[in-house]
């Protein structure tokens, strides 16, 4: 079955642009979330949308957004880009058992973000 | 803000030889996972452990997670080229449910020359 994708590999932006990621989970996965990582912090958890919904937020401010269509993919957004905002974008999709069991993340390759 | 420790941070070793790779916080996680990731890919899924003591083999790595559930430690046997990697551990605030927030250490740098 198809793996996460996510659109595009890789992007270019000048300070103060935005920009709109993408992604598609795997088929039957209504879970999305997002990560950036960089080479000082690691990945962090931006957010994760369940079902149209954001269910959990991580620490960065306000230009960073996202959101989840009824087809459960996903975009996030960033506005006003700042150089620090250089990094690796990473989806990830998972999926819950009834029993509330979960399996851990699928994670696409990732948008590599470089603002100049 | 729980935080996870991996140690040691880069670990370059000789075909066939045995490494541990550790995973360490001072809060405790209902469930902690292990990623490998390449470099231009995203991580991906090695092992969930969820048990206090529970060790899980994977052909030549054996993960355990610590009795209190604070650490977890990653074996490789006889360790190949096709092992390099980042190897990440991540640990889950919430055991399934609705909370998929994962923390994550900064990671092993494995190099495994032929």
């Known amino acids: 079955k198809a793996g996460v994708t996510q659109t595009p590999r890789y992007l270019i932006k000048t300070r103060g642009q935005q920009v709109t990621l993408s992604c598609s989970p795997i088929?039957?996965?209504?879970?999305v979330s997002w990560y950036q990582q960089t080479p000082g912090q690691g990945l962090q958890f931006l957010f994760e949308?369940?079902?149209?919904?954001?269910?959990n937020k991580g620490n960065f401010p306000g230009r960073f957004s996202g959101r989840q269509f009824s087809n459960s993919r996903s975009e996030m957004n960033v506005s006003t880009l700042e150089l620090g905002d250089s990094a690796l974008y990473l989806c990830?999709?998972?999926?819950?058992?009834?029993?509330?069991?979960?399996?851990?993340?699928?994670f696409g390759s990732g948008t590599r973000l470089t603002v100049v | 803000t729980q935080l996870l420790e991996q140690s040691p941070q880069f670990l370059s070793i000789q075909e066939g030889e045995n490494l541990t790779v550790y995973c360490n916080s001072s809060?405790?996680?209902?469930?902690l996972q292990w990623y490998r990731q390449e470099p231009g890919e995203g991580p991906v899924l090695l092992v969930t452990?969820?048990?206090?003591?529970e060790v899980k083999k994977l052909k030549r790595l054996t993960f355990q997670f610590g009795d209190a559930r604070k650490d977890s430690s990653l074996h490789i046997t006889a360790a190949q080229p096709g092992d390099t990697g980042l190897y990440l551990c991540?640990?889950?605030?919430?055991?399934?449910?609705?909370?998929?927030?994962?923390?994550f250490g900064k990671g092993t740098l494995l190099t495994v020359n032929p």
């Open positions: 990830a999709s998972s999926l819950t058992s009834r029993g509330g069991n979960w399996y851990g993340y699928t």
């Open positions: 088929s039957g996965h209504r879970s």
């Open positions: 991540a640990g889950s605030e919430n055991s399934g449910g609705s909370n998929y927030k994962l923390t």
């Open positions: 949308y369940f079902s149209e919904t954001q269910r």
């Open positions: 452990v969820v048990t206090g003591g």
């Open positions: 809060s405790v996680f209902s469930s």
